[in-house]
């Protein structure tokens, strides 16, 4: 880094996952085959694993479960290395029909440099 750079705000994974805006599923992805710290955006979280009022026969650790074994699948399919992963899954959200999702997953640094996973919407950064 620049010594003569002034850093004006910063935002650490830490505190993202302190104030809900991530949320760690870092437990839940080592059952699933993780090695590296895990955390799915609150947004992930709102749309995909809660259970949607009305939807029957679902629970969270299941739909979380769907989410990280897909990730997982598209993780090891993948032949490039790279550091982002776009992968999909299909979720049911009401009362009866499945629907194809899509789901965005970049690598990168934690707080201390060493390799995390976020799992976000498409089009979140």
Partial sequence: MNENCTIIHSYSRK?????????????????????????????????????????????????????????YVAIRGTRNATRDIRYRLHVRNDSGRLRLVELKALCGPGDDGEPCITVMLPNED
Avoid: C, H
């Fill in 15 to 71: 505190e993202a996952i302190a104030d809900g805006v991530l949320v760690d599923v870092t437990e839940a992805a080592r059952q699933s085959g993780f090695r590296i710290p895990v955390a799915l955006t609150s947004a992930v979280w709102g749309k995909y694993v809660a259970i949607p009022n009305g939807v029957t026969g679902q629970d969270e650790s299941g739909r979380l479960w769907d989410v990280l074994w897909m990730l």
